[in-house]
Structures are given as structure tokens and as C-alpha cells.
């Protein structure tokens, strides 16, 4: 007799209550994967595309001539450096030798146009008065304007008087340069003065006078230097005209053929007769070509190679002249050692100068551009300029830099921190001090990242800042800092927000060491610190480490404090400061997908490029999420 | 049980009447965007008008993608429209409508600690494209100068470049600040500071607006003041219904021209 076997309960469709509910939770977990993967795939797929556009658009800068017109620019970049210092080392060696004078002058500029500021009305009504006065012809006119003439003169004079009173010689002398004999004279020299004249008085011409003839031999020094950049400037300019004109028409040139077709459709179905015979009109104007005569529009550069070698030469000479033609006495230690770099400096220009032109001279229009190179100039570029007049860069290089120098410090701080924190809770501390410290660290995590960059702006940097200015920390590298938005600021940040996270992941660790570890340690006669960190900390390492590598995941991926707090300046910071790089501010990966994401239109390059900058965070957290695993696994101990 | 369900009837059907008001969603620039669009709205709706508004202000560049995406019903624009940016449209069958909203000013501003008053434009394109460094060079005492701009969304950030840079482009060692309202904070917080913002951002405390050439940036100089620029309105299409009722009001009524003079911008005079 055979039993049949039935199964127990309701069935639907085949389905009992106890395989529904396994499917149900199944099903979520499979559509968290789902939805993981088509993330991944979608960022994927656009970052990916990324590298042919980039690849055919750095074509197209070739093509079009803008990357001729970019080694003028680089040049001109170069050179710019070394006319900077010279104009530096000028006003400064101005300002020391011939301060009173320029003090003067300075401070009479800076009066007289308040002066006349305050009292616009009546310097209108003195002029009216005088005008009056002269175009007066009858007898009986003239004394009448001339009385009237003498009205207004009175009250200006009384009006001077009093805005001469008021006038504080700290706010007018910003700098501080005349002494209090000094600024007395001056102001008794502007009694005299006349506003509608508006000449300087006597002693201010006088101050002028002495301080141009003193300073003749470094000005002419320096307006040499100066103006041997000028020739260079001038092809440069022109060249990002000639090419830009290109580059524009050939990107209009891409548009051309859905545009005309757009202007076709809408004559078709336009309402009045004017309308369509408008449109019609407007897509015959648009001529679409098969392709971009780039062949022919490059024949405009024909002879810049020339003018770009001449300009260069010149350039050179007068370099060499205006360095050569500097003085060698100077009244303060800065200025003789802005002068040194500007002649160590100059040398290396003219060799960096004849390298370029080396350079330009071999470049060619329709040299092939293999994607090896549009990938390691995304990866390794030194710049990311977009929304460019001329060109757009896209290099991560600013960014990642940024990035990792902020998440370091970050790091740096927090780990001390979050790991003596996570040792003295779980080891050290009384019951009382471990229920409540444990949860008010992890409280923090609570606090939301842009309350955090708020109070980073108003509080942390201005503390920063005051804290950096006080005297006997000047020997600090980086103090007295310039800039309250820094890489510095973020840092501190971020190590508070990484503070909870790597405190409870340490903790974690700490804890699951086993008790018999400690105990046969204590046994053994070692005191409680000796325990702490010769046993329990060794073997917890491998949870430590995880800690910080996730800790590290969170800081890089961290936007909203690091758009608010890191200063936002897309270049690489100056790491010859040394250590002092730290109060540069830095721009981020982060950072600048969420700046720069609002403005994109689908599908275009910058779009694509701000989905693989994402790709690479992406990879990085993914890269330290792997490891993180992989080193508690392996190193992780067997009770 | 009667009150309380009569209430919560009465509190639907409320909120579902708000719901049921026309809204129009605003787009773009932060120069429009922060201050007078918002006091232009209140002022409509405190007119009677019942009308919701929307407004999200980003930057300029965000109003024509916004517009071309079909997610705002009027673009703020503090700079023209770029040519590629109204081929975008063309190619979609849309026509770009320009509106002129007002006029203002761009005031180059610096802390009121700095000695220096006055500036060439080739001294602030020097300034801003990162050819001169150091206060020094342009007359002041010596400290690297440190430049904050707007970012690329914004189109105060154009407008700056096509006038003052004679459209080169920004130093690397500039600053990008989302907005007027903290650029204006930074220079003033940074003795060796300087930016540009709009005109009606320019009175904070501590800042100080440089002379150009000799011109100050105050109204009476906006046919002399090098930096004047016009604000726009865009929309897709001419304006229509609500749109077209708020436009027109903004653009040529005493009561908004009241207000955008209020806020620091120059009204279009009729």
C-alpha cells in the first residue's frame, strides 16, 4: 500500500506561505544587486564613451590649430613669472627707499578723491558758479555771478576745512608710511587745493618728482622686461583668435545638418505664408558639408611660425638686456632676494623658451593622436579648465591630488583619535566613562556633512586664520595663512566626520580579542598598559586596519563639507611650500562633479567627463572596500 | 469625530488648492536668482496675483540646459545666450526668447584694508588671469593676491571674462565660490583679497569697490562704469499665459521697477 505524500497547507499557484515568504525576501536582496549593477553599468557605459569624444576632440585641437596657439600661451605663461617678480621687486624697492614720497602722493590721491566724493554737489555748483562768472557779459551780471561765485567759493573753503579735520591719517595712509610731522604737512598743503584744477600741491609734484627721478635706472630696467613679452602677447592673441574662429565653425559645422533639417520641418508646418517662406530661407542659408575643410582653414597660420620665432628672439634679447640692466644695491633683504630669483630665473626661461620653439616648429596639423594619449592626458593632465573661451581641459590630476591631500590629513588626525579613544573605552576606562563615551562619539556621526562645512566657514576658518597669525607660530610652515577656505580646514573636517566611524570599527576589533589573551597575559605578571599594547592591540591590527581603510573610503567620498570648506582652486597645490602645502586651498573629485553638474547637457564631453572622474572615486572606494575585506580575512586570528 | 474629519477635509481640499495654482519654475543665475527675482515674486503675489513660485538658482549655464530639458519655464540669465547654446535649440525645432530683465554692474571689490583704490582693466585682467601676482605690482603693499571667482556655472563668470579678461581665461590660482553672497564674504574676511560681484552685493561691510580707470561703480555711471552688463530673461517660445502675464509685469511696471532698484540693480527705464 503506498502512502501519497501531500504537502502540508494553502497552495497558490505551487506556492506555500513558507516558499512566498522566502521568495519575498529573496526577491529584495536580488533587487538591491539589480539596482547595484545597473549603476555600475551606467557609469560604466558613460565614462567609457568618455574616452573616444576626448580622443576626437583633442583631434580637433589639433586640427583646428589651438594647440599651435597653446605653446605661445605656455611661453607667455612662463615669461609672465619673471615680469611679475620684476614689477614686485620694483614697487617694493619704491615703497622702501622712497616711502615718504610715495606716501604723499599716495595719501593726497587718496584724499582728494574722497574729498570730492563727499562734497560732488557743491565741487558741481563751484564749477557752474565759475562758468557763470566767465560768460557773463553785462556789468551788472558779472558782479552778481562774481557775488555769487564768492558765496560758494566761502562755503567750499569752509567744507575743505572740515573734511581736512576729520581726515584720519590711518584710514587716508593705509600703509602707514608718513610720520605724523609729514602727514601735518600735507594737510596743510591741501588747503590750497582746488578741486575743479585738481593739481597737486607743491610738495606732493615736489614728492613725485623725487621718488621717479630716484627709481629711473630699475624702472628702466623693468619696463624693459616687461616689454619683452609684448610682441609674444601680441601673436598669441592672435592666434587664439584665428583658431578659435576655426574651432567654432567647425563645431557649428556639427550641428548643421539637424538644424537646417529643423528650420525645413518647421516651414512645413508653419501658419502664415511670411513664416515658411522665413524658415525656408533660414535652412537654405545653413550649407551642411561632409566634412570640415580643416586643410583649408589651417593655411591661416601660414607664416606664424616666423613671426612666433622672431617674437621669441626679441623676447630673449630683451630679457637678457632689462636682467643685465637691473640694479644691484637695494634698501631691504625681500627685495634683493625677489632680484636673485629673477636672475636665476631668467636663464632657465630663455632655455625653456628655445625648447618651445624647437617644439612648435615640428608640430604638424594632421599628426595622428593615438587614444594612449587621450587616456594618460585625462589621467595625468595637469589641468581641468572647462567652460573655456579657448579650449577645454580635462585632467584629474588637480583633482585627485586634491582629493588624497585632504583625505590624508584627514586621516592623519582622526586615527590617532578614534584608535587611543577605541583603546581606552574597551581597555582602560570604568564602567561609568565606557556607557558614556561609546555613544556620544557615535553621536557625532549624526551631525549632517553640511552643518559641518557651514560651521567650517564660519568658525574653524576664521579660527584657523587668527590662530595662524600669531607671532611666535610663524616658524610653522604655511603660517601665517593667507587663505581660511584650505585643504588644511577640510582636513579637520573630515577627520571629525571619520572619527565615528573608525572609533566603532576599532572598538569592534579590540573587543572581539579574546579574553584569555589578556588574562594569560596579566598572569604572566604584565602590567595593564604592557597588555594593551604589546597583546590586545597586535592582534586586533588586522581589524585596525580596516577600520582606517574604510575610514578612508568615507573621507574621499565626502562632498558636501569638501565643496563648502576646500577652497575650491582647480590647480595643483604648491607643494614648494613643503609641509606648508596644507593651507593651499585644493579643489576635489568630489567636489567638483557636484559643482560642475548643473550646468552640463546630456551626452556632451564635460557630462562624460564628470561621470569618469565618478567612475575613478568609484574604483578607489571599491579598491579599499576589497581590501579592507581581504585583510581581516587573512590576518584575522583563530581564538 | 464629526470636527475631526470635517478638519481634515477642509485641510485636503486647502492643500490640494495650493496644489491646483499655477506654478512657474525659475532657473539660472545666482546674480538674478539670490535676491531680486525672489523680492519680484513676493511683490507680484503680495499684488494679488496667485500664482506658485519655483525658483532654483545655480547659475546661469544651468538656465538653457534646464530650458532645453523642458524642467523651467523661465531661464535667469546674467549673460547672453552662447551661439552653440542657441543651436542647441534651433536643432530641436524651439526658438530661444531673449527678455531684458534690467541692468547691472560688475563691482571689482576688495577689503577695505587694501591700499589700493584704483585699477586699469589691464591690471584686472592681469589680476584675474593670474599674470600679476602680488599686490605689489599694481601699487600696494607686498602679499600675494589671492582672487576668488564664481564658478563655471555661473554667468557673471562669462560676462566677467568677455569684459574685463578680454575673454582669456581664469588663472589656476583663482578660487571658484558658488555664489555673490560669498565671494563678498571671503574679501571681506582677506586682507589681500579680490573678487567681483554684483552691484547690489557690493556695500557689505568691508569690502570696498575699486575705481576702474577713474569711474566709481555706482548708478549714475552706468553709461561710463566698463563693466555694465544686461540681465535677461529667456524663455522657449514667446511667453505665454502666466508666463507671459509675470514677464510683462516685471519688465515694465512702476512697482517692479521699485523693487529691482531696491535690491541694487538699474530698472530699464521707460
Known sequence: MATHFKRKGKRLLGVGRQDAIRYFFGGNAMVSILVLGAICGFLLREAVLFFPQHQRDLEVFRLTGQEYANFAITEMDEYTEVKSLANQAFYQEMNEAYGIQRGLVDSFGALSGNIYDAGEDLIEELEDARDEVEDAEAEGEKTLAQAELDAIQAKWDIFLRAELEKADRKTIDSFGRLGEAEWQQLLKAMVEWDPVEDEPPALVAAAKAESDEGMATFDTARTTIAAAGSELARLRGELIKVTTAIKDEAVADKSAASRKKAYLDGSLVAETEEERVELRRKSDEITVREEFPYAERIKVLEGSREKHKTAVEAMKVDLKAGVAALPTEFSSPEVTELVSRIRDKAPVLTVYLGESLMESADWRYDEPLSWVYSVSSFFFGKDWVTNSSFHDFYGLLPLFTGSLLISVIALLVAIPFSLGAAIYVNRLAGPAEQTFIKPVIELIGAIPSVVLGFFGIIVLGEALREVSQVPWLSWVPGFPMQERLNILNAGLLLALMAVPTIFTLCEDAINNVPASFSEASLALGGSKFQTVMKVVVPTAISGILAAILLGFGRVIGETMVVLLVAGNQIAIPDFSLGAGVITQPAHTMTGIIAQEMGEVTKDTIHYRALFSVGLVLFTISLLINISARRIIRRFGFSA | ?270
Open chain 2, 1 to 270: 469625530m464629526k470636527t475631526t474629519v470635517s478638519i481634515a477635509l477642509g485641510t485636503v481640499l486647502a492643500a490640494a488648492s495650493c496644489f491646483a495654482q499655477d506654478k512657474l519654475v525659475f532657473k539660472g543665475s545666482d546674480t538674478l536668482g539670490a535676491k531680486m527675482v525672489p523680492q519680484l515674486t513676493e511683490a507680484y503675489t503680495a499684488a494679488g496675483n496667485k500664482v506658485g513660485f519655483e525658483i532654483a538658482a545655480e547659475g546661469s549655464s544651468a538656465a538653457f540646459s534646464n530650458l532645453l530639458a523642458g524642467t523651467a519655464d523661465i531661464g535667469m540669465s546674467s549673460r547672453d545666450a552662447k551661439d552653440k547654446e542657441k543651436d542647441d535649440f534651433t536643432a530641436k525645432g524651439q526658438e530661444l526668447v531673449e527678455i531684458v530683465a534690467g541692468y547691472d554692474m560688475i563691482a571689482v571689490v576688495t577689503n577695505k584694508k587694501n591700499g589700493v583704490r584704483d585699477l586699469t582693466v589691464k591690471q584686472i585682467e592681469g589680476i584675474f588671469t593670474g599674470d600679476i601676482t602680488d599686490w605689489s605690482e599694481v601699487g600696494g603693499a607686498a602679499g600675494a593676491i589671492s582672487v576668488y571667482t564664481r564658478n563655471t556655472t555661473s554667468g557673471t563668470y562669462k560676462s566677467f571674462q568677455g569684459m574685463a579678461m578680454d575673454k582669456r581665461d581664469y588663472g589656476t590660482n583663482t578660487n571658484k565660490m558658488a555664489g555673490n553672497e560669498q565671494i563678498a564674504d571671503e574679501v571681506a574676511n582677506n586682507p589681500n583679497g579680490i573678487g567681483y560681484v554684483g552691484l547690489a552685493y557690493a556695500d557689505k561691510d568691508g569690502l570696498r569697490s575699486v575705481k576702474i580707470e577713474g569711474e566709481a561703480a555706482k548708478p549714475r555711471n552706468k553709461d561710463t562704469y566698463p563693466l555694465s552688463r544686461t540681465l535677461f530673461y529667456y524663455t522657449v517660445g514667446q511667453p505665454k499665459g502666466e508666463a507671459k502675464k509675470f514677464l510683462d509685469w516685471a519688465t515694465t511696471s512702476d512697482a517692479a521697477a521699485k523693487v529691482v532698484d531696491t535690491v541694487g540693480f538699474i530698472a530699464i527705464k521707460k
